[in-house]
């Protein structure tokens, strides 16, 4: 039975090793097993076919492998393709690929739902069901590599971890996920090419400094007023704007790192002049980059997309400043692709 079994993909190679030996199995086999989970990336046992039928049985009766079946696929006008993934116990995830003309882009999930309720989202409206597994993340990446090689022949360039889920509260998972999809034994992308996106939680955000991060860290800020970012970010009564910059300056720190800020321009929200003002003086403490992204309807009538009037005063104001600002326009509208609009609906 599946709960009687482990999940392989958890075991250290030292671990698949001693599992071999105890068995009477050749420990040269676990650098094979391991190649073929993490670099071969094979969804059964069955696929390991240099290795032996009894030892591959011998697996299977011991161990799983976490992988996801997509459950459904839809591509976008503007090429953005969604695919919502089956796990195992039956849950819902999407993940999205982001093809450009020469690169791609996969934005994958962290948790099955969201328990921080940011108003604005789609999936902060489902609830927390679970954590990913370490499996279910890296397996996520090699379903939207393959995709992007078979459907538009790119190599996947960069991750994302701003589908569902705050990937800072399955910490372990997350930085075990990246780890192998970085490491030659796995995927080998260079974190540099991989983004982790958080509501900013400042105790985690000093954990990762300490953990000495290789990848890019953003933070979902959306406005710079505390008031204001609690009204829609009710993660904001616990975790101040005011905890966060002390954490996001000792993360500068000790990684050296710059940070971006994603800034959903919500009309009549956060899309002012004093509010860029506010986010213009929250940004001196560190080394910023601003992502101001245009908001999709989730069907909450609260939150519509800022006019281009207002998108470009705002932007023209932090450029003022001097500070690093893009707009980042919308993909995979039609689709519910688009950021903030995950939720496994189909
Ligand atoms: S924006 Fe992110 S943290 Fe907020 S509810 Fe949505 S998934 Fe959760």
Not at 19 to 32: D, G, P, T, W
Not at 54 to 75: C, G, H, M, Y
Not at 176 to 192: F, N, R, W, Y
Request: aromatic share 8%; charged share 25%; net charge positive.
């Amino acid at each position: 039975m599946k709960d009687e079994k482990r999940d392989i993909l958890l075991l250290s190679p030292e671990e698949i090793k001693q599992f071999l030996e105890s068995n009477k199995e050749k420990s040269f086999r676990a650098s094979q097993v391991y190649e073929w989970l993490w670099k071969k990336h094979c969804r059964s046992f069955e696929e390991m076919t240099n290795i032996s039928k009894s030892l591959r049985d011998l697996l299977s009766e011991n161990f799983f492998i976490q992988s996801l079946k997509p459950a459904t696929v839809q591509v976008s006008k503007d090429t953005t393709i969604k695919i919502a993934f089956r796990l195992f116990d039956g849950a819902l995830i999407e993940g999205v690929l982001i093809p450009s003309e020469d690169r791609a882009t996969a934005c994958i999930s962290s948790q099955v739902g969201c328990n921080l309720g940011c108003e604005f989202c789609a999936t902060g409206k489902l609830g927390l069901k679970r954590n990913l597994s370490v499996g279910e993340i890296y397996h996520q990446v090699v379903e939207l590599m393959l995709l992007a090689k078979g459907k538009y022949n790119l190599s996947l360039t960069n991750i994302v971890f701003m589908g569902m889920g705050e990937p800072l509260l399955n910490y372990n998972n997350v930085l075990k996920a990246i780890e192998m999809i970085s490491s030659d034994k796995g995927l080998g992308m260079s974190p540099q090419r991989i983004t982790l996106s958080t509501v900013g939680l400042p105790k985690m955000i000093k954990k990762l400094a300490d953990d000495s991060i290789k990848f890019h860290l953003a933070i979902s800020l959306h406005s710079a007023n505390e008031l204001k970012r609690s009204e829609f970010m009710p993660v904001n009564d616990t975790n101040s704007l005011q905890a966060l910059k002390e954490a996001l300056i000792y993360f500068n720190k000790k990684t050296g790192e710059r940070i971006t800020f994603e800034y959903l321009l919500l009309n009549g929200i956060n899309d002012s002049i004093p509010d860029a003002k506010e986010l213009a003086e929250y940004c001196k403490s560190f080394p910023v980059k601003i992502n101001l992204i245009e908001y999709n309807s989730t069907g909450n009538p609260k939150f519509n997309k800022s006019t281009s009037k207002n998108t470009d005063a705002f932007f023209s104001f932090l450029k003022s400043r001097n500070l690093i600002v893009n707009i980042r326009r919308s993909r995979g509208q039609d689709i519910d692709a688009a950021c903030g609009q995950l939720a496994a609906k189909k």
